[in-house]
Nanobody
Framework: QLQASGGGLVQAGGSLRLSCAAS????????MGWFRQAPGKERDLVAGINWSGVTTYYADSVKGRFTISRDNAKNTVYLQMNSLRPEDTAVYYCAHGSGYRYTSSYDYDYWGQGTQVTVSS
């Protein structure tokens, strides 16, 4: 089970930190990721991280602004979002990796409930 939190309303240029608490025995050995879905659009992979937290992936649209990290002792994955833009407005979902890969949408096998992020201009 994945429980995301930390969303909210923020002005453009602001920051938010999303958290995702995971339950289950496979968290510390699985890749994790964050997706987002804007109204009328597909759900897209935003960032991914390998099981140890050493290597990461970012979509071009968020590179340099978002940072994914994880704390395996707390079974939690984070998404630090800086320099937010109105186009970042979406429901954000954390996702569990099905294996060691984390750079494609096909690398994930289940998602938690989302948390709404709204960026005003």
């Amino acid at each position: 089970q994945l429980q995301a939190s930390g969303g909210g309303l923020v002005q453009a240029g602001g920051s938010l930190r999303l958290s995702c608490a995971a339950s289950g025995r496979t968290f510390s050995t699985s890749a994790m990721g964050w997706f987002r879905q804007a109204p009328g659009k597909e759900r897209d992979l935003v960032a991914g991280i390998n099981w140890s937290g050493v290597t990461t992936y970012y979509a071009d649209s968020v590179k340099g602004r978002f940072t994914i990290s994880r704390d395996n002792a707390k079974n939690t994955v984070y998404l630090q979002m800086n320099s937010l833009r109105p186009e970042d407005t979406a429901v954000y979902y954390c996702a569990h990796g099905s294996g060691y890969r984390y750079t494609s949408s096909y690398d994930y096998d289940y998602w938690g409930q989302g948390t709404q992020v709204t960026v005003s201009s």
